[in-house]
Protein backbone atom coordinates (compact mmCIF):
# COMPACT_ATOMS: atom_id res chain seq x y z
CA UNK A 1 0.00 0.00 0.00
CA UNK A 2 3.19 2.83 0.72
CA UNK A 3 2.08 6.07 0.41
CA UNK A 4 -0.46 5.69 -2.35
CA UNK A 5 -3.54 8.21 -1.54
CA UNK A 6 -6.01 5.28 -1.60
CA UNK A 7 -9.28 7.65 -2.19
CA UNK A 8 -8.95 10.71 -4.21
CA UNK A 9 -11.09 13.82 -2.49
CA UNK A 10 -11.41 11.69 1.39
CA UNK A 11 -12.08 13.95 3.98
CA UNK A 12 -10.02 11.11 6.37
CA UNK A 13 -8.18 7.96 5.04
CA UNK A 14 -6.50 5.35 6.55
CA UNK A 15 -4.29 2.81 4.63
CA UNK A 16 -3.18 -0.36 6.08
CA UNK A 17 -3.58 0.80 9.61
CA UNK A 18 -2.46 -0.85 12.81
CA UNK A 19 -2.07 -0.10 16.32
CA UNK A 20 -0.11 -2.18 18.53
CA UNK A 21 -0.02 -2.09 22.38
CA UNK A 22 2.91 -4.14 23.63
CA UNK A 23 1.61 -7.70 22.31
CA UNK A 24 -1.48 -7.13 21.45
CA UNK A 25 -2.79 -5.45 18.21
CA UNK A 26 -5.85 -3.62 18.11
CA UNK A 27 -6.18 -2.33 14.82
CA UNK A 28 -4.72 -4.77 12.11
CA UNK A 29 -4.06 -3.21 9.15
CA UNK A 30 -7.33 -1.11 8.57
CA UNK A 31 -8.14 0.59 5.19
CA UNK A 32 -10.73 3.66 5.43
CA UNK A 33 -12.15 6.52 3.76
CA UNK A 34 -14.44 9.20 4.08
CA UNK A 35 -15.99 11.68 1.60
CA UNK A 36 -17.75 14.73 1.70
CA UNK A 37 -21.29 14.16 2.17
CA UNK A 38 -20.91 10.67 3.54
CA UNK A 39 -22.44 8.88 6.87
CA UNK A 40 -20.18 5.99 7.03
CA UNK A 41 -21.52 4.31 10.51
CA UNK A 42 -18.79 2.27 12.42
CA UNK A 43 -19.60 -0.94 14.49
CA UNK A 44 -18.38 -3.47 16.03
CA UNK A 45 -18.25 -5.30 19.52
CA UNK A 46 -16.30 -3.00 22.45
CA UNK A 47 -12.75 -4.63 21.81
CA UNK A 48 -13.03 -4.60 18.76
CA UNK A 49 -10.86 -1.69 17.95
CA UNK A 50 -13.34 1.09 16.78
CA UNK A 51 -12.23 3.53 20.08
CA UNK A 52 -8.31 3.00 19.29
CA UNK A 53 -9.09 3.62 15.75
CA UNK A 54 -10.84 7.44 16.27
CA UNK A 55 -7.95 8.03 18.42
CA UNK A 56 -5.56 7.53 15.39
CA UNK A 57 -7.73 9.89 12.93
CA UNK A 58 -8.02 12.27 15.78
CA UNK A 59 -4.46 12.36 15.88
CA UNK A 60 -4.49 11.39 19.44
CA UNK A 61 -2.67 8.52 19.01
CA UNK A 62 0.04 7.82 16.13
CA UNK A 63 -0.44 4.41 14.01
CA UNK A 64 2.66 1.41 15.03
CA UNK A 65 1.91 0.75 10.53
CA UNK A 66 0.22 1.91 7.87
CA UNK A 67 -0.78 5.61 7.20
CA UNK A 68 -3.69 7.76 8.87
CA UNK A 69 -4.55 10.96 6.49
CA UNK A 70 -6.37 13.59 8.24
CA UNK A 71 -7.74 16.51 4.79
CA UNK A 72 -4.83 14.74 2.71
CA UNK A 73 -2.29 15.02 5.14
CA UNK A 74 -0.93 14.20 8.47
CA UNK A 75 -3.68 15.18 11.41
CA UNK A 76 -2.17 17.83 12.33
CA UNK A 77 -3.17 20.44 14.84
CA UNK A 78 -4.66 22.85 11.58
CA UNK A 79 -5.97 19.80 10.12
CA UNK A 80 -7.97 19.12 13.75
CA UNK A 81 -9.30 22.48 13.36
CA UNK A 82 -11.77 21.43 10.40
CA UNK A 83 -13.27 18.24 12.80
CA UNK A 84 -16.02 18.33 15.13
CA UNK A 85 -15.58 15.41 17.21
CA UNK A 86 -17.94 14.51 19.87
CA UNK A 87 -17.12 11.81 22.56
CA UNK A 88 -18.74 9.42 24.41
CA UNK A 89 -18.55 10.64 27.49
CA UNK A 90 -19.86 14.17 25.47
CA UNK A 91 -16.29 16.04 26.55
CA UNK A 92 -18.25 18.96 28.24
CA UNK A 93 -17.54 21.11 31.40
CA UNK A 94 -20.02 20.79 34.36
CA UNK A 95 -19.21 23.21 35.97
CA UNK A 96 -20.27 25.84 32.60
CA UNK A 97 -23.34 26.53 31.32
CA UNK A 98 -24.13 25.58 27.95
CA UNK A 99 -23.33 29.19 26.40
CA UNK A 100 -19.72 29.02 28.53
CA UNK A 101 -19.12 25.93 27.06
CA UNK A 102 -19.51 26.46 23.71
CA UNK A 103 -17.77 30.03 23.97
CA UNK A 104 -14.54 27.80 25.51
CA UNK A 105 -14.76 25.47 22.89
CA UNK A 106 -14.96 28.20 19.86
CA UNK A 107 -11.55 29.78 21.76
CA UNK A 108 -9.87 26.98 21.38
CA UNK A 109 -10.80 25.98 17.83
CA UNK A 110 -9.57 30.03 17.10
CA UNK A 111 -12.77 30.95 15.99
CA UNK A 112 -13.01 33.97 17.83
CA UNK A 113 -16.55 33.91 18.55
CA UNK A 114 -18.51 34.06 21.66
CA UNK A 115 -21.22 31.96 20.78
CA UNK A 116 -23.53 32.44 23.38
CA UNK A 117 -26.65 31.36 21.17
CA UNK A 118 -24.80 29.08 19.40
CA UNK A 119 -24.07 31.41 16.38
CA UNK A 120 -25.75 31.68 13.01
CA UNK A 121 -24.64 29.44 10.68
CA UNK A 122 -22.75 30.72 7.66
CA UNK A 123 -21.47 29.64 4.42
CA UNK A 124 -23.85 26.77 3.46
CA UNK A 125 -21.73 24.72 5.80
CA UNK A 126 -23.51 22.66 8.75
CA UNK A 127 -23.70 25.23 11.89
CA UNK A 128 -25.37 24.79 14.82
CA UNK A 129 -29.03 26.06 14.00
CA UNK A 130 -31.72 24.00 14.82
CA UNK A 131 -35.23 24.40 12.31
CA UNK A 132 -38.44 25.49 14.31
CA UNK A 133 -40.48 23.34 15.85
CA UNK A 134 -44.15 23.13 17.19
CA UNK A 135 -43.41 24.75 20.18
CA UNK A 136 -41.92 27.99 18.43
CA UNK A 137 -38.15 26.66 20.39
CA UNK A 138 -35.39 24.98 18.36
CA UNK A 139 -35.10 20.81 18.03
CA UNK A 140 -31.76 21.48 16.78
CA UNK A 141 -28.69 21.54 19.41
CA UNK A 142 -28.87 25.45 19.32
CA UNK A 143 -32.15 25.10 20.96
CA UNK A 144 -30.54 23.83 23.81
CA UNK A 145 -27.93 26.31 24.54
CA UNK A 146 -30.83 28.93 24.53
CA UNK A 147 -33.22 27.33 26.40
CA UNK A 148 -31.08 26.13 28.88
CA UNK A 149 -28.33 29.07 28.89
CA UNK A 150 -27.92 30.30 32.48
CA UNK A 151 -28.19 26.29 33.73
CA UNK A 152 -25.06 24.35 34.90
CA UNK A 153 -24.39 21.23 32.43
CA UNK A 154 -24.09 18.86 35.20
CA UNK A 155 -27.65 19.56 36.57
CA UNK A 156 -29.10 18.87 32.70
CA UNK A 157 -30.69 16.36 31.64
CA UNK A 158 -28.65 13.71 28.98
CA UNK A 159 -30.58 14.45 25.89
CA UNK A 160 -30.14 17.96 26.49
CA UNK A 161 -26.46 17.73 27.32
CA UNK A 162 -26.13 16.10 24.03
CA UNK A 163 -27.72 18.46 21.95
CA UNK A 164 -25.42 20.89 23.78
CA UNK A 165 -22.22 18.57 22.86
CA UNK A 166 -23.56 18.58 19.18
CA UNK A 167 -24.03 22.72 19.16
CA UNK A 168 -19.84 22.92 20.66
CA UNK A 169 -19.18 20.18 17.85
CA UNK A 170 -21.17 21.83 15.23
CA UNK A 171 -20.68 25.65 15.86
CA UNK A 172 -17.07 26.12 13.90
CA UNK A 173 -18.83 24.11 10.90
CA UNK A 174 -16.20 21.35 10.58
CA UNK A 175 -15.67 19.31 7.48
CA UNK A 176 -15.73 16.22 9.07
CA UNK A 177 -17.76 15.32 12.21
CA UNK A 178 -16.78 12.19 14.57
CA UNK A 179 -19.63 10.80 16.72
CA UNK A 180 -18.66 8.25 19.30
CA UNK A 181 -22.20 7.11 19.95
CA UNK A 182 -24.17 10.10 19.67
CA UNK A 183 -27.19 8.58 20.83
CA UNK A 184 -26.89 5.82 23.97
CA UNK A 185 -29.98 6.08 26.41
CA UNK A 186 -31.98 8.88 24.87
CA UNK A 187 -36.06 8.73 23.98
CA UNK A 188 -36.36 7.66 20.16
CA UNK A 189 -37.84 11.39 19.57
CA UNK A 190 -34.46 12.73 20.34
CA UNK A 191 -32.75 10.24 18.85
CA UNK A 192 -34.56 11.09 15.28
CA UNK A 193 -33.77 14.66 16.04
CA UNK A 194 -30.20 14.01 16.40
CA UNK A 195 -29.70 12.18 13.37
CA UNK A 196 -31.73 15.29 11.51
CA UNK A 197 -28.68 17.46 12.41
CA UNK A 198 -26.26 14.57 11.54
CA UNK A 199 -28.05 14.24 8.28
CA UNK A 200 -28.28 17.95 7.57
CA UNK A 201 -24.27 17.96 8.43
CA UNK A 202 -24.04 15.80 5.96
CA UNK A 203 -26.34 17.18 3.17
CA UNK A 204 -24.32 20.54 3.91
CA UNK A 205 -21.28 18.08 2.42
CA UNK A 206 -19.17 17.12 6.23
CA UNK A 207 -18.50 13.90 5.96
CA UNK A 208 -19.39 12.17 9.32
CA UNK A 209 -17.88 8.76 11.00
CA UNK A 210 -20.63 7.50 13.45
CA UNK A 211 -20.40 4.78 15.69
CA UNK A 212 -23.17 3.35 17.10
CA UNK A 213 -24.51 -0.18 19.41
CA UNK A 214 -28.15 0.52 18.04
CA UNK A 215 -27.92 -1.48 14.73
CA UNK A 216 -30.94 -0.28 13.57
CA UNK A 217 -29.86 2.89 13.11
CA UNK A 218 -27.20 1.47 10.78
CA UNK A 219 -29.83 2.23 8.01
CA UNK A 220 -28.94 6.27 8.62
CA UNK A 221 -25.58 5.02 6.83
CA UNK A 222 -24.97 5.42 3.39
CA UNK A 223 -22.01 2.69 4.20
CA UNK A 224 -21.12 0.50 7.01
CA UNK A 225 -17.62 -0.79 8.22
CA UNK A 226 -17.71 -3.66 10.75
CA UNK A 227 -14.98 -4.08 13.06
CA UNK A 228 -13.87 -7.68 14.50
CA UNK A 229 -10.85 -8.18 16.78
CA UNK A 230 -9.47 -5.04 15.18
CA UNK A 231 -9.81 -6.20 11.28
CA UNK A 232 -12.08 -4.88 8.59
CA UNK A 233 -14.69 -7.90 8.33
CA UNK A 234 -17.17 -6.23 6.34
CA UNK A 235 -18.03 -3.15 4.45
CA UNK A 236 -20.84 -1.61 2.20
CA UNK A 237 -24.57 -0.82 2.92
CA UNK A 238 -26.86 -2.51 5.47
CA UNK A 239 -28.49 -4.65 2.77
CA UNK A 240 -25.36 -5.53 0.65
CA UNK A 241 -24.25 -6.86 4.36
CA UNK A 242 -27.36 -8.19 5.67
CA UNK A 243 -26.99 -10.31 1.97
CA UNK A 244 -29.28 -13.12 1.14
CA UNK A 245 -29.26 -14.80 4.59
CA UNK A 246 -31.68 -16.49 6.10
CA UNK A 247 -32.57 -17.69 9.98
CA UNK A 248 -34.79 -20.22 11.17
CA UNK A 249 -37.97 -18.99 13.35
CA UNK A 250 -39.60 -20.62 15.94
CA UNK A 251 -42.57 -20.28 17.27
CA UNK A 252 -43.79 -22.20 20.20
CA UNK A 253 -47.02 -22.16 23.21
CA UNK A 254 -43.84 -22.05 25.51
CA UNK A 255 -40.92 -20.59 24.29
CA UNK A 256 -38.82 -21.64 27.86
CA UNK A 257 -39.28 -25.02 26.54
CA UNK A 258 -38.22 -24.36 23.29
CA UNK A 259 -35.49 -22.49 24.45
CA UNK A 260 -34.36 -25.30 26.43
CA UNK A 261 -34.52 -27.79 23.19
CA UNK A 262 -32.62 -25.50 20.97
CA UNK A 263 -30.00 -25.01 23.64
CA UNK A 264 -29.53 -28.79 24.77
CA UNK A 265 -29.14 -29.43 20.75
CA UNK A 266 -26.60 -26.69 21.45
CA UNK A 267 -28.11 -24.29 18.66
CA UNK A 268 -27.99 -20.92 20.22
CA UNK A 269 -31.52 -18.75 19.81
CA UNK A 270 -32.54 -15.14 20.65
CA UNK A 271 -35.87 -14.17 21.81
CA UNK A 272 -37.60 -11.84 19.71
CA UNK A 273 -40.98 -11.05 20.65
CA UNK A 274 -42.71 -14.14 21.69
CA UNK A 275 -40.86 -15.94 19.16
CA UNK A 276 -37.26 -17.65 18.67
CA UNK A 277 -34.79 -16.78 15.84
CA UNK A 278 -32.45 -19.66 15.61
CA UNK A 279 -29.00 -18.39 13.20
CA UNK A 280 -27.10 -20.97 11.45
CA UNK A 281 -29.31 -24.06 11.25
CA UNK A 282 -32.21 -24.44 8.73
CA UNK A 283 -35.47 -25.30 9.24
CA UNK A 284 -35.48 -28.97 9.02
CA UNK A 285 -32.63 -29.10 11.92
CA UNK A 286 -34.11 -26.76 14.26
CA UNK A 287 -37.61 -29.19 13.68
CA UNK A 288 -35.43 -31.95 14.72
CA UNK A 289 -33.73 -30.54 17.99
CA UNK A 290 -37.36 -29.26 19.00
CA UNK A 291 -38.09 -32.84 18.98
CA UNK A 292 -41.29 -32.97 21.03
CA UNK A 293 -41.82 -29.17 22.03
CA UNK A 294 -44.80 -28.07 19.75
CA UNK A 295 -43.72 -25.84 17.77
CA UNK A 296 -43.98 -23.86 14.04
CA UNK A 297 -40.94 -23.44 12.37
CA UNK A 298 -40.16 -21.12 9.11
CA UNK A 299 -37.63 -19.29 7.74
CA UNK A 300 -36.98 -15.35 7.64
CA UNK A 301 -34.37 -12.92 6.58
CA UNK A 302 -31.62 -12.43 8.40
CA UNK A 303 -31.37 -8.96 10.27
CA UNK A 304 -28.23 -6.97 10.07
CA UNK A 305 -28.08 -7.34 13.72
CA UNK A 306 -28.03 -11.13 13.28
CA UNK A 307 -25.29 -11.07 10.53
CA UNK A 308 -23.47 -9.03 12.78
CA UNK A 309 -23.11 -11.45 14.99
CA UNK A 310 -22.48 -14.21 12.34
CA UNK A 311 -19.58 -11.72 11.18
CA UNK A 312 -18.14 -10.74 14.63
CA UNK A 313 -18.79 -13.72 17.27
CA UNK A 314 -16.23 -15.98 15.23
CA UNK A 315 -13.41 -13.49 15.89
CA UNK A 316 -14.31 -13.08 19.37
CA UNK A 317 -14.34 -17.06 20.49
CA UNK B 1 -46.77 -18.46 26.90
CA UNK B 2 -48.28 -17.49 30.14
CA UNK B 3 -52.22 -17.20 29.91
CA UNK B 4 -54.24 -14.48 29.09
CA UNK B 5 -54.28 -10.80 28.11
CA UNK B 6 -52.23 -8.31 30.22
CA UNK B 7 -53.99 -6.53 32.12
CA UNK B 8 -54.10 -2.32 31.33
CA UNK B 9 -53.52 -0.16 34.26
CA UNK B 10 -55.96 0.31 37.36
CA UNK B 11 -57.28 -3.33 36.63
CA UNK B 12 -58.10 -5.92 38.98
CA UNK B 13 -56.00 -9.30 38.35
CA UNK B 14 -57.25 -12.17 39.83
CA UNK B 15 -54.72 -14.43 41.26
CA UNK B 16 -53.53 -18.13 39.72
CA UNK B 17 -54.68 -17.51 36.06
CA UNK B 18 -51.63 -14.56 36.13
CA UNK B 19 -48.97 -16.88 36.77
CA UNK B 20 -49.29 -19.00 33.62
CA UNK B 21 -47.23 -22.13 32.63
CA UNK B 22 -44.79 -21.23 35.54
CA UNK B 23 -45.51 -20.76 39.13
CA UNK B 24 -43.62 -18.48 41.49
CA UNK B 25 -40.32 -19.69 42.81
CA UNK B 26 -39.27 -18.55 45.74
CA UNK B 27 -41.25 -16.91 48.43
CA UNK B 28 -44.19 -15.41 45.68
CA UNK B 29 -46.02 -19.16 46.03
CA UNK B 30 -49.60 -18.30 46.88
CA UNK B 31 -48.86 -14.31 46.42
CA UNK B 32 -50.38 -12.03 43.99
CA UNK B 33 -50.33 -12.92 40.46
CA UNK B 34 -48.11 -10.12 39.86
CA UNK B 35 -46.11 -8.04 41.23
CA UNK B 36 -46.33 -3.96 40.73
CA UNK B 37 -47.33 -0.47 41.43
CA UNK B 38 -50.92 1.14 42.10
CA UNK B 39 -50.58 4.47 41.40
CA UNK B 40 -47.46 5.47 42.73
CA UNK B 41 -46.26 8.89 43.01
CA UNK B 42 -42.67 9.80 44.07
CA UNK B 43 -41.89 13.74 44.19
CA UNK B 44 -37.93 15.11 44.76
CA UNK B 45 -38.55 17.79 46.19
CA UNK B 46 -40.99 20.02 44.09
CA UNK B 47 -40.18 17.67 41.12
CA UNK B 48 -42.61 15.50 40.60
CA UNK B 49 -40.64 12.61 38.82
CA UNK B 50 -43.34 9.87 39.00
CA UNK B 51 -47.17 10.43 38.68
CA UNK B 52 -49.63 7.85 39.51
CA UNK B 53 -47.86 5.66 37.89
CA UNK B 54 -50.00 1.95 38.06
CA UNK B 55 -47.89 -1.14 36.42
CA UNK B 56 -47.93 -5.11 36.64
CA UNK B 57 -45.25 -7.79 36.36
CA UNK B 58 -45.97 -10.95 36.07
CA UNK B 59 -44.25 -14.15 36.85
CA UNK B 60 -42.86 -16.04 33.98
CA UNK B 61 -42.80 -13.05 31.44
CA UNK B 62 -40.68 -10.18 30.85
CA UNK B 63 -41.85 -6.80 31.37
CA UNK B 64 -40.28 -3.62 29.90
CA UNK B 65 -40.57 -0.26 31.41
CA UNK B 66 -39.32 2.39 28.49
CA UNK B 67 -38.97 6.36 28.00
CA UNK B 68 -36.17 8.55 27.69
CA UNK B 69 -33.79 10.17 30.25
CA UNK B 70 -35.80 11.81 33.18
CA UNK B 71 -38.80 9.76 32.17
CA UNK B 72 -38.66 8.22 36.02
CA UNK B 73 -37.78 4.59 34.70
CA UNK B 74 -35.11 4.43 37.67
CA UNK B 75 -37.31 6.27 40.06
CA UNK B 76 -40.04 3.39 39.38
CA UNK B 77 -37.49 0.39 39.58
CA UNK B 78 -35.80 1.90 42.48
CA UNK B 79 -39.74 1.45 43.93
CA UNK B 80 -40.05 -2.02 42.95
CA UNK B 81 -36.53 -2.45 44.19
CA UNK B 82 -37.21 -1.39 47.69
CA UNK B 83 -34.58 1.18 47.32
CA UNK B 84 -36.98 3.78 47.52
CA UNK B 85 -40.16 4.52 49.77
CA UNK B 86 -43.22 6.65 47.17
CA UNK B 87 -44.54 9.38 48.10
CA UNK B 88 -47.93 7.71 47.75
CA UNK B 89 -49.52 4.50 45.94
CA UNK B 90 -49.21 1.23 46.59
CA UNK B 91 -46.05 -0.95 45.56
CA UNK B 92 -46.65 -4.54 45.97
CA UNK B 93 -43.13 -6.77 46.10
CA UNK B 94 -42.42 -9.76 47.27
CA UNK B 95 -40.35 -9.45 50.92
CA UNK B 96 -36.82 -8.25 50.23
CA UNK B 97 -34.84 -11.40 49.77
CA UNK B 98 -36.74 -12.57 47.39
CA UNK B 99 -36.11 -9.50 45.11
CA UNK B 100 -33.45 -9.19 42.80
CA UNK B 101 -32.72 -5.26 42.45
CA UNK B 102 -29.84 -4.42 39.81
CA UNK B 103 -29.40 -0.43 39.93
CA UNK B 104 -28.40 1.69 37.14
CA UNK B 105 -25.38 2.46 39.20
CA UNK B 106 -23.37 -0.24 40.24
CA UNK B 107 -24.57 -3.58 41.86
CA UNK B 108 -20.88 -5.47 41.97
CA UNK B 109 -18.25 -5.03 43.79
CA UNK B 110 -15.02 -3.71 41.92
CA UNK B 111 -12.04 -5.06 44.15
CA UNK B 112 -14.02 -8.64 44.57
CA UNK B 113 -13.09 -10.95 41.32
CA UNK B 114 -16.26 -12.33 39.38
CA UNK B 115 -16.45 -15.73 41.46
CA UNK B 116 -16.26 -13.50 45.06
CA UNK B 117 -18.83 -11.21 43.94
CA UNK B 118 -21.02 -14.31 43.40
CA UNK B 119 -19.97 -16.02 46.34
CA UNK B 120 -20.12 -12.84 48.52
CA UNK B 121 -24.17 -12.90 46.99
CA UNK B 122 -25.16 -16.42 47.72
CA UNK B 123 -23.39 -15.83 51.03
CA UNK B 124 -26.02 -12.87 51.75
CA UNK B 125 -28.65 -14.49 51.01
CA UNK B 126 -27.84 -18.01 52.65
CA UNK B 127 -27.69 -19.81 49.39
CA UNK B 128 -26.59 -23.24 49.74
CA UNK B 129 -22.80 -23.66 48.58
CA UNK B 130 -23.75 -26.44 46.14
CA UNK B 131 -26.28 -24.75 44.67
CA UNK B 132 -24.76 -21.33 44.73
CA UNK B 133 -21.82 -23.42 42.62
CA UNK B 134 -23.54 -24.84 40.46
CA UNK B 135 -25.97 -21.55 39.17
CA UNK B 136 -22.33 -19.74 39.22
CA UNK B 137 -21.16 -22.11 36.71
CA UNK B 138 -24.33 -22.13 34.74
CA UNK B 139 -25.11 -18.27 34.21
CA UNK B 140 -21.63 -17.52 33.74
CA UNK B 141 -21.20 -19.87 31.15
CA UNK B 142 -24.57 -18.80 29.51
CA UNK B 143 -22.88 -15.09 29.58
CA UNK B 144 -19.71 -15.95 28.12
CA UNK B 145 -17.92 -15.29 31.64
CA UNK B 146 -16.38 -18.57 32.25
CA UNK B 147 -12.99 -17.52 31.61
CA UNK B 148 -13.46 -14.40 33.65
CA UNK B 149 -14.34 -15.72 37.22
CA UNK B 150 -10.79 -14.94 38.45
CA UNK B 151 -10.44 -11.03 37.48
CA UNK B 152 -11.53 -8.41 39.48
CA UNK B 153 -15.00 -6.74 38.65
CA UNK B 154 -13.82 -3.27 38.42
CA UNK B 155 -11.23 -4.52 35.22
CA UNK B 156 -13.73 -6.15 33.32
CA UNK B 157 -15.63 -4.33 30.08
CA UNK B 158 -19.12 -2.38 30.89
CA UNK B 159 -20.64 -4.91 28.95
CA UNK B 160 -19.74 -7.94 31.09
CA UNK B 161 -19.81 -6.07 33.95
CA UNK B 162 -23.58 -6.16 33.21
CA UNK B 163 -23.62 -9.42 32.61
CA UNK B 164 -21.80 -9.78 35.95
CA UNK B 165 -24.39 -7.56 37.91
CA UNK B 166 -27.28 -9.51 36.02
CA UNK B 167 -25.96 -12.69 37.13
CA UNK B 168 -25.87 -11.54 40.74
CA UNK B 169 -29.44 -10.40 41.17
CA UNK B 170 -30.50 -13.66 39.28
CA UNK B 171 -28.40 -16.45 41.37
CA UNK B 172 -30.86 -16.55 44.44
CA UNK B 173 -33.72 -17.14 42.15
CA UNK B 174 -35.45 -14.12 43.20
CA UNK B 175 -39.67 -14.10 42.64
CA UNK B 176 -38.76 -10.66 41.30
CA UNK B 177 -36.32 -9.79 39.26
CA UNK B 178 -35.70 -5.75 38.65
CA UNK B 179 -32.63 -4.90 36.28
CA UNK B 180 -32.08 -1.09 35.74
CA UNK B 181 -30.96 -0.29 32.21
CA UNK B 182 -28.60 -3.14 31.68
CA UNK B 183 -27.83 -3.03 28.57
CA UNK B 184 -27.51 0.89 28.28
CA UNK B 185 -24.06 1.06 26.04
CA UNK B 186 -23.94 -2.14 26.00
CA UNK B 187 -22.20 -3.38 22.66
CA UNK B 188 -24.43 -5.80 20.65
CA UNK B 189 -22.84 -8.96 21.95
CA UNK B 190 -23.17 -8.47 25.03
CA UNK B 191 -26.64 -7.62 24.35
CA UNK B 192 -27.36 -10.71 23.60
CA UNK B 193 -25.51 -11.99 26.22
CA UNK B 194 -27.96 -10.52 29.02
CA UNK B 195 -31.18 -11.36 26.70
CA UNK B 196 -30.27 -14.65 27.06
CA UNK B 197 -30.05 -13.95 31.27
CA UNK B 198 -32.96 -12.65 30.98
CA UNK B 199 -34.95 -14.96 28.88
CA UNK B 200 -33.55 -17.66 31.15
CA UNK B 201 -35.00 -16.09 34.23
CA UNK B 202 -38.27 -15.72 33.25
CA UNK B 203 -38.54 -19.20 31.54
CA UNK B 204 -37.21 -20.35 35.23
CA UNK B 205 -40.38 -18.08 36.85
CA UNK B 206 -39.23 -14.99 37.79
CA UNK B 207 -40.93 -11.89 37.24
CA UNK B 208 -38.71 -10.15 35.38
CA UNK B 209 -38.57 -5.86 34.73
CA UNK B 210 -35.97 -4.38 32.87
CA UNK B 211 -35.82 -1.04 32.21
CA UNK B 212 -34.32 -0.13 28.36
CA UNK B 213 -34.09 2.95 26.08
CA UNK B 214 -33.94 0.26 23.50
CA UNK B 215 -37.56 -0.57 21.55
CA UNK B 216 -36.51 -3.21 19.71
CA UNK B 217 -35.94 -5.03 22.89
CA UNK B 218 -39.03 -3.70 24.46
CA UNK B 219 -40.74 -5.93 21.91
CA UNK B 220 -39.48 -8.77 23.06
CA UNK B 221 -41.37 -8.14 26.23
CA UNK B 222 -44.76 -9.65 27.32
CA UNK B 223 -45.77 -6.23 28.48
CA UNK B 224 -44.72 -2.56 27.76
CA UNK B 225 -44.79 0.72 30.29
CA UNK B 226 -44.22 3.62 28.33
CA UNK B 227 -42.67 6.51 30.50
CA UNK B 228 -43.03 10.13 29.49
CA UNK B 229 -41.27 13.48 32.27
CA UNK B 230 -43.11 10.79 34.66
CA UNK B 231 -46.60 10.01 33.51
CA UNK B 232 -48.09 6.88 31.87
CA UNK B 233 -48.32 7.21 27.83
CA UNK B 234 -49.26 3.94 27.03
CA UNK B 235 -48.98 0.08 28.38
CA UNK B 236 -50.28 -2.97 27.15
CA UNK B 237 -48.48 -5.65 25.04
CA UNK B 238 -46.56 -4.75 22.25
CA UNK B 239 -49.30 -5.01 19.84
CA UNK B 240 -51.46 -3.34 22.02
CA UNK B 241 -49.85 -0.15 22.18
CA UNK B 242 -48.92 0.22 18.61
CA UNK B 243 -52.95 -0.48 17.67
CA UNK B 244 -53.52 2.60 20.62
CA UNK B 245 -51.59 4.85 18.31
CA UNK B 246 -53.83 7.90 17.39
CA UNK B 247 -53.70 8.53 14.23
CA UNK B 248 -51.86 7.74 11.15
CA UNK B 249 -48.37 7.04 9.76
CA UNK B 250 -47.18 7.63 6.43
CA UNK B 251 -43.30 7.66 5.30
CA UNK B 252 -41.92 9.86 2.61
CA UNK B 253 -38.09 9.56 1.32
CA UNK B 254 -38.08 13.71 0.79
CA UNK B 255 -38.18 15.82 3.60
CA UNK B 256 -41.32 17.22 4.83
CA UNK B 257 -43.03 20.82 3.89
CA UNK B 258 -42.88 23.11 6.49
CA UNK B 259 -46.66 22.50 7.21
CA UNK B 260 -45.72 18.65 8.25
CA UNK B 261 -42.24 19.71 10.01
CA UNK B 262 -43.23 19.93 13.59
CA UNK B 263 -45.26 16.41 12.65
CA UNK B 264 -42.24 14.38 11.30
CA UNK B 265 -38.84 12.51 12.09
CA UNK B 266 -36.51 10.82 10.74
CA UNK B 267 -35.96 7.38 11.09
CA UNK B 268 -33.66 4.58 8.97
CA UNK B 269 -33.04 7.26 6.04
CA UNK B 270 -36.82 7.90 5.57
CA UNK B 271 -39.02 10.18 7.33
CA UNK B 272 -42.06 9.38 9.05
CA UNK B 273 -44.99 12.00 9.20
CA UNK B 274 -47.12 11.57 11.54
CA UNK B 275 -51.15 13.04 10.78
CA UNK B 276 -52.93 13.15 14.30
CA UNK B 277 -56.83 12.66 12.42
CA UNK B 278 -55.78 9.85 10.44
CA UNK B 279 -56.39 11.04 7.17
CA UNK B 280 -52.95 10.60 5.96
CA UNK B 281 -51.84 11.73 2.23
CA UNK B 282 -49.73 9.32 0.76
CA UNK B 283 -48.66 5.34 1.58
CA UNK B 284 -49.41 4.68 5.33
CA UNK B 285 -47.01 3.27 7.20
CA UNK B 286 -46.83 0.05 9.79
CA UNK B 287 -46.21 1.50 12.61
CA UNK B 288 -44.13 -0.32 15.34
CA UNK B 289 -43.31 -0.24 18.75
CA UNK B 290 -41.05 2.83 18.38
CA UNK B 291 -43.01 4.85 15.70
CA UNK B 292 -46.26 4.36 18.55
CA UNK B 293 -43.50 5.58 21.25
CA UNK B 294 -42.15 8.36 19.00
CA UNK B 295 -45.54 9.32 18.27
CA UNK B 296 -46.83 9.70 22.31
CA UNK B 297 -43.34 11.63 22.95
CA UNK B 298 -44.51 13.83 19.86
CA UNK B 299 -47.77 14.66 20.84
CA UNK B 300 -46.82 15.23 24.41
CA UNK B 301 -44.42 17.77 23.17
CA UNK B 302 -46.77 19.52 20.94
CA UNK B 303 -49.71 19.75 23.81
CA UNK B 304 -47.32 20.95 26.27
CA UNK B 305 -45.77 23.55 23.42
CA UNK B 306 -49.76 24.49 23.35
CA UNK B 307 -50.19 24.81 26.83
CA UNK B 308 -47.21 26.87 27.52
CA UNK B 309 -48.59 29.67 24.95
CA UNK B 310 -45.66 28.87 22.82
CA UNK B 311 -47.46 27.49 19.87
CA UNK B 312 -46.89 28.69 16.60
CA UNK B 313 -49.63 26.09 15.12
CA UNK B 314 -53.01 25.23 15.96
CA UNK B 315 -54.00 21.63 16.67
CA UNK B 316 -54.56 19.41 13.77
CA UNK B 317 -57.61 17.70 12.86
CA UNK B 318 -57.97 14.74 15.66
CA UNK B 319 -54.75 15.91 17.92
CA UNK B 320 -55.69 15.52 21.05
Redesign the interface.
Known sequence: MGGQPGVPGALAECVAVSRRFGGFTAVDRVDLAIGPGEVVGLLGANGAGKTTLIRMLLGLLPASAGQVRLFGGPPSRPARRRLGYVPQGLGLYDDLTPAENLAFTAAVFGTGRAAAGGGPSAGGRPGADGRPSADGAEVGPAGAVREYGRELVGDLPLGVQRRVAFAAALQHHPDLLILDEPTSGVDPLARARLWETIAAAAAAGAGVLVTTHYLDEAEECGRLVIMADGRVVAEGSAAEITGGRRVSVVEAGSWAAALDALEAAGLPAALAGRTLRVPGAGPAEVARALGAVPARVSEAPATLEERFFELTLPAAQ | ?TGGPPVDGGGTVGSGGAAG??PPVGGAAGGPGWWGTERVSVRYGRRLALDQVTFQARP?QVSAVV?????GRSTLLRCLGGALAPSSGTVRRPPRRDVGYLPASSGIYPDLTVAENLAFRAAAYQLPAAVAAERSAAFLARAGLTAARDRLAGRL???MRQKLGVIAAMLTSPALLVLD?PT?????????DL??LI??A??DGAAVVVAT????EA??A?HVLVL?AGSQLAVGT?DQIVAAMPGQLRVSDTPPSDAD???A?????RWRIWDPGGAAVGPPAQPDL?DA??VG??GR??A???A?G????APRAGER
Do not use: F, H, K
Open positions: MDWGGGDGASGGETGVDPVSRAWSARAASYLDERADPRPYWRRAGQVTILELAARGLAGT
